[in-house]
């Protein structure tokens, strides 16, 4: 009896001692207030996102609230069972927040890196559909970055690949930071590998062998809608070291994430540089937003996230613009996750 007693009591023990490890928690009150005649959302630049009209709107209380808030973010995510979008206010800790740009490629940008001809396939697509993202970048995220450096904790950006030789002379990673000299012998190599590349390979094919019953099957086994693969794009262009893109300015202390690396890497650092906001921006929201390594659904589970709606774009098939495309993209995504804008993060919280 006695050595039962003993078990339950070293049982009860490790169940405290596990409570104590925990974070603290509060009781929210989830209250949904109907918002009156509410103006659109993400209207700010239609140009690149077509605004968010949905009628059935309500305001919630305030989630996040840090003692020490120094950055406002407005956000709003979508509920089926609310039926309508639900408005809430946050209060960070800039310097507890990062900003991450997933994929801003540096291609068509004047670096060297370009799209293959005359069917290569990259990015948001080809050399017209590339000028797309770039202009975004100039006016909206690069901006967007310059106000809250300084700010904010961390500036990051994620690539493809891992960290290179070239690159890892040129931007700061998880591994490092490069010298003033360094950066720029990187440029000047990376200016030499892009330039030297062969940007020429196969065309569209001319002729297609089809069946005479189901021709449809043979035609698009030939000619899919998306082959990036050597034959459009040329054999070694997805191992040239890509670039951040020119419009953004990277500061010497922004950090570069690698995907070859995986989300743990990205993860590991962050929190150990205090990081427990995201805002999230980037190229492109149906895709590389959402499921690469610097992805929202990898960082929803260890940060709290909140998707720049504005300062994201997704890609635009048999569209002559990103903004219808990328609305669908957010909309979707605020199912499970906080959508914010531009102008609703602003420092100075308490202010």
Not at 65 to 77: G, Y
Not at 300 to 309: E, I, K, T
Not at 320 to 339: K, M
């Amino acid at each position: 009896m006695r050595n039962s007693l003993s078990i339950i009591g070293l049982f009860l023990c490790s169940l405290f001692a596990l409570a104590d490890e925990k974070a603290p928690v509060r009781l929210y009150e989830n209250r949904l207030t109907p918002i009156v005649n509410p103006k659109p959302l993400l209207a700010d630049y239609p140009e690149f996102v077509e605004p968010v009209r949905e009628s059935a709107r309500f305001e919630a209380p305030i989630l996040i609230d840090d003692p020490k808030a120094d950055l406002s973010v407005r956000a709003w995510r979508f509920s089926y069972n609310a039926r309508g979008i639900i408005e809430i206010p946050n209060r960070l800790q800039a310097e507890h927040t990062a900003i991450i740009v997933v994929h801003p490629w540096g291609i068509d940008d004047g670096q060297g890196w370009r799209t293959p001809e005359p069917a290569g396939v990259a990015f948001a697509g080809y050399p017209h559909k590339n000028q797309f993202p770039l202009l975004q970048m100039e006016k909206l995220l690069n901006p967007f970055l310059q106000s809250l450096r300084g700010n904010v904790g961390i500036i990051g950006y994620s690539l493809p690949g891992t960290e290179d030789p070239i690159r890892k002379k040129m931007y700061r990673s998880v591994h490092g930071q490069p010298t003033a000299s360094e950066r720029a012998q990187g440029a000047n190599e990376l200016a030499e590998k892009l330039r030297s590349f062969s940007y020429k390979a196969q065309p569209v094919p001319q002729a297609l062998s089809v069946s005479i019953d189901r021709p449809a099957i043979d035609y698009f086994r030939q000619f899919p809608g998306l082959d990036a693969t050597a034959k459009f794009n040329g054999t070694g262009f997805w191992e040239l070291p890509i670039p951040v893109a020119q419009p953004l300015q990277v500061d010497p202390k922004d950090v570069v994430f690698y995907d070859g690396e995986g989300y743990g890497a990205i993860r590991d650092f962050l929190k150990k540089q205090g990081i427990r906001h995201i805002l999230l921006t980037g190229f492109h929201a149906d895709m590389c937003v959402c499921s690469t390594a610097a992805g929202y659904k990898n960082l929803r589970q260890d940060f709290d996230v909140f998707l720049v709606g504005d300062a994201t774009q997704a890609t635009f098939p048999a569209c002559d613009s990103p903004r219808h495309a990328t609305t669908a993209a957010v909309c979707f995504a605020s199912l499970d996750l906080f959508i914010t804008q531009v102008s609703w993060v602003k420092a100075d919280a308490r202010k």
